[in-house]
Every structure is written in structure tokens, then in C-alpha cells.
């Protein structure tokens, strides 16, 4: 069941990143809601980071898996250091490290779908699909 929560919180957060690039290429065509629109989704992009770190923490400390929370503490550092980056207009930081976010993610998303973290059942490994 861990597992199946940390996919679905993966997988929304993956959905919600590769948005930001397109509200930032709306912007950047001239159209000024596209800033709002990129704002808004970093909002939801960094809370979702958020939540994905607290699910992580919750797998390591009940399956004692560590790799989950430390890619996802690493995501959401480089999160909020590109949010405030963003914020003050340091685009020569926000740019590569949103490219490098959103490759993280994409990889992590891999990682949790094609290799899911397995559970102790009674001394015993049982994987879940």
C-alpha cells in the first residue's frame, strides 16, 4: 500500500513539473498570464515536493528503504532553491536547475514504477505491483 501511494504522489508530482515548462514558454511567446500561470504552478509543483517527502520519510521509517526519501529530499532541496531562484529572477540558476529537476523526477518516476520498493511480510519479501 506504500508503495501504491508513493507512485500516485511520483506520478502527480512528474505531471505537474513537466507543466512548468510550457507556462514558462506561454510567458516567454508574449503572453504575460503565462507567468501567473508558472507561479502558480510552482506553488503546486514545490507542495507536491513536499508531500512526496513526507511519504518517503513514512516508507523509510515503516520499510526501512532509504533510497526513495533521499532522491526525493535532493528533488525538493533543488525545488526550493530553484523556486527562490525563479522568485529573484536568477535565471541563470533557474533555468538548468529546473532542466535538472524534471530529468531527477523522470528518473525517480522509473525507478519507483519499474523497481518498487519491497515490504517485509513476516520475515519474508513480498513485492507489490
Given amino acids: 500500500m506504500t508503495t501504491a501511494i508513493l ?3 511520483v506520478s502527480a ?15 516567454l511567446s508574449g503572453n ?7 507561479a502558480d504552478g510552482a506553488n503546486v509543483v514545490t507542495s507536491l515536493g ?8 513514512v516508507l523509510w521509517v515503516r520499510l526501512r528503504r532509504a533510497w526513495p526519501f533521499l532522491v526525493t529530499l535532493a528533488l525538493a532541496a533543488a525545488e526550493t532553491v530553484q ?4 522568485m529573484d529572477g536568477a535565471l541563470w540558476l533557474h533555468l538548468p536547475l529546473g532542466v535538472m529537476t524534471i530529468a531527477g523526477l523522470v528518473v525517480q518516476f522509473i525507478a519507483v514504477w519499474r523497481r518498487p520498493v519491497t515490504e517485509q511480510a513476516e520475515g519474508t519479501e513480498v513485492r507489490h505491483a
Avoid at 16 to 27: E, H, K, L
Avoid at 50 to 57: P, T
Fill in 7 to 9: 507512485r500516485a504522489v
Fill in 13 to 27: 508530482h512528474l505531471v505537474a513539473i513537466v507543466g512548468q515548462p510550457v507556462f514558462a514558454g506561454i510567458y
Fill in 32 to 38: 504575460y498570464d503565462g507567468l501567473r500561470l508558472h
Fill in 50 to 57: 513536499y508531500v512526496q517527502l513526507i511519504v518517503a520519510a
Fill in 83 to 86: 523556486y527562490f531562484a525563479g
